[in-house]
């Protein structure tokens, strides 16, 4: 039997990560309720380094915690049941949510019901409850077992992006007239300019900010109005009222956005830190001070206002729309063992990624 590993990385230095014996493996003991799952395939995209990032800011270090100094990033994917000590959940299941690069994953499961399930692992208590529920797939009708690398790379950035949406239509835009997004070619961006440029919100054109290398993709999509290279930010920016989406995290580009927009910039949204390695203060920017949107707590609001099912229609009827029109620029790429998972993450991390590429990867 093949050794169980956790890939871990120094909270402290992201570059520094390695492949260690495992917490968990295929022996694990089980409490009542318990099952073990062997995760499958899962996506490792940008915003998965966001997760490194802000693990310490946002509580992502807490989910599968390791000994000081690693970490483990969490990643959205597929997995099965391999042994479970609780009735509802048979051996063979196969199960959707947030998993450790791990050849296992113990969960405490809790309120089962036909649809989904909560892990109550003691640990994750305190942490947001949108992280802590898996999808039985079996009950899901979006699932479907020939798109599950589509579904496992665009699932949580897709509704972080419809949030985000939904969010700026409930308030009016701030009166803008236009949405400037960074790192334009993140997925989470695409999601979102899809949604504001395919809505009745014709008023609001969608500017994107990439690099230079990127921007030829970006216009390729065809969701944006106007693609602008970061050293362009300066000169190219209309100075008419706007809304900033900030997936970026880069300061320069920040206080460029800022001061090119002067008085026009209506509202100010910090989202993501993609150019990880470029952050720095917001202090002393022109304008509104960039205000951190936190999907989960718009979530929280928009379950109270329409409820889970209602939720889950809209959300699934934009996803298929967006993931149709999505066929027409993403490659996706399949990858397993720790030597291609490190590949991609290391690609990330750097900033050498393919926007044009979803990487599905198993360990």
């Excluded at 009708?141 to 020939?146: C, D, E, Q, V």
Aim: hydrophobic content about 45%; some cysteine; glycine content about 10%.
């Amino acid at each position: 039997m093949a050794e169980a590993l956790d890939f871990v990385v120094d909270k402290t230095d992201l570059r520094r990560c390695a492949f260690v014996p495992a917490q968990h493996d295929a022996e694990t003991a089980l409490g009542d309720g318990a099952v073990l799952v062997r995760p499958d395939c899962f996506a490792l995209t940008a915003n998965n380094i966001t997760y490194g990032v802000a693990g310490d800011m946002m509580g992502y270090w807490g989910f599968f915690p390791a000994p000081q100094p690693w970490g483990r990033i969490p990643v959205w994917g597929f997995g099965d049941v391999v042994r479970s000590q609780n009735a509802a959940l048979a051996v063979g299941e196969r199960l959707y949510g947030y998993f450790p690069i791990s050849t296992y994953a113990l969960l405490a499961a809790d309120r089962v019901s036909p649809a989904s399930f909560v892990d109550a692992s003691p640990h994750r208590a305190g942490l947001p409850p949108f992280y802590n529920q898996y999808t039985r797939v079996a009950a899901d009708p979006g699932y479907a077992a020939t798109n599950e690398g589509a579904i496992a790379i665009f699932r949580p950035l897709f509704a972080t992006g419809f949030l985000l949406d939904d969010f700026l239509a409930r308030e009016a835009f701030f009166g803008a007239r236009q949405v400037v997004l960074s790192s334009a070619s993140s997925k989470t961006a695409l999601a979102l300019t899809f949604l504001l440029s395919s809505g009745r919100r014709d008023r609001c054109r969608v500017i994107g900010l990439t690099s230079t290398a990127n921007a030829d993709f970006v216009r390729s999509t065809g969701y944006y109005a106007d693609v602008v290279p970061y050293d362009e930010v300066a000169s190219r920016l209309a100075a008419e009222p706007a809304v900033f989406v900030d997936f970026a995290g880069n300061a320069r580009v920040v206080e460029a956005v800022h001061r090119g927009l002067a008085g026009a910039l209506r509202y100010s949204c910090q989202v993501g830190i993609t150019h990880w390695d470029r952050g720095g203060g917001t202090e002393g920017l022109p304008g509104p001070a960039p205000i951190l949107f936190f999907a989960p707590d718009h979530l929280a609001r928009r379950l109270a206002d329409w409820g889970p099912a209602e939720l889950a229609l809209r959300l699934g009827e934009a996803m298929q729309r967006f993931l149709a029109s999505a066929d027409a620029w993403l490659r996706l790429t399949v990858g397993r063992g720790p030597a291609a998972i490190e590949a991609v993450y290391r690609a990330l991390l750097e900033g050498r990624a393919d926007p044009a590429e979803g990487h599905v990867l198993s360990l």
